[in-house]
């Protein structure tokens, strides 16, 4: 692909040629939040723009704040792969994708450097604002393909995001002891979990079983909302930071007016 005007004036581009057209006139909704997952900032880049891996994202946010545009925002780039959210199973289509180097859990998830959230942060507001998109639809690629993703990891802080407009977030309540709910347990107070998790936006089956997609799904919910600890089970705290967040939605509130 040639060379492109930046939708963000502080990218620099680098044209990738793994992109489409947005289908069904889908302009994006939602911003997918990804980290690269590879040894270096440089070998990412490299395989987001070679044919040969038909994987693109809109943004590369390097470790010193450094942003390249690779795909423009009108373009559906190839980050989401099997992916659902809120019904929507086309999250390419309907969403801004955003890689953020770092090694991941293949090299011990270290820290994002500050001034790497900061240039985030700028991205995230910028593009929020010039398509409308709302903050609960900031999403980690782990919510929208639980298992098969775990990335940003629950070393990203979506706290700081969120003090400043970006993302849905409340904060989490302490882990402790109480009742707790694991794969294997079965009746109507897993059916209710497995409720709200769907009405948050996960794609949980909704049948009484705790079954393996079920503790998938909690250990991302835990692994952007309840950071402490992802183990996959339901425990108060989990269960109780999810109602809050289900109540904090502005959807939520227009109900209860």
Not at 6 to 22: K, M, T
Not at 91 to 111: K, Q, T
Not at 130 to 157: C, N, Q, T, Y
Not at 176 to 185: E, I, K, N
Request: proline share 7%.
């Amino acid at each position: 692909m040639s060379a492109f005007l930046p939708d963000f004036a502080a990218a620099d581009v680098i044209p990738s040629p793994n992109h489409g057209e947005r289908r069904s006139g889908r302009r994006p909704d939602a911003i997918v939040l990804h980290y690269t997952g590879m040894e270096t900032a440089d070998r990412a880049l490299h395989w987001l723009t070679v044919p040969e891996s038909e994987v693109s994202c809109h943004y590369l946010v390097f470790e010193d704040g450094r942003i390249a545009q690779l795909v423009p925002e009108e373009r559906r780039a190839w980050h989401a792969g099997n992916s659902f959210w809120k019904g929507e199973t086309d999250l390419n289509s309907g969403s801004i994708g955003i890689e953020i180097a770092n090694v991941g859990h293949p090299g011990g998830l270290p820290e994002f450097p500050g001034v790497q959230i900061e240039a985030v942060i700028r991205l995230c507001a910028d593009i929020m604002s010039r398509w409308s998109i709302l903050p609960e639809r900031v999403l980690a690629h782990s919510d929208i393909a639980p298992v098969r993703k775990v990335d940003p990891g629950e070393k990203f802080p979506w706290e700081i995001l969120a003090a400043r407009g970006i993302g849905h977030y409340v904060d989490a309540a302490p882990v402790g002891g109480g009742r707790f709910f694991q794969r294997g347990d079965a009746g109507p107070p897993v059916q209710a979990l497995q409720a709200m998790l769907a009405l948050y936006g996960y794609n949980t089956p909704v049948t009484g079983e705790y079954c393996e997609r079920t503790e998938g799904d909690v250990a991302a919910f835990q692994r952007h909302f309840r950071r402490e600890r992802v183990d996959g089970i339901a425990d108060f705290s989990t269960i109780d930071t999810l109602h809050r967040l289900l109540k904090a939605l502005p959807s939520a509130a227009a109900d209860r007016n």
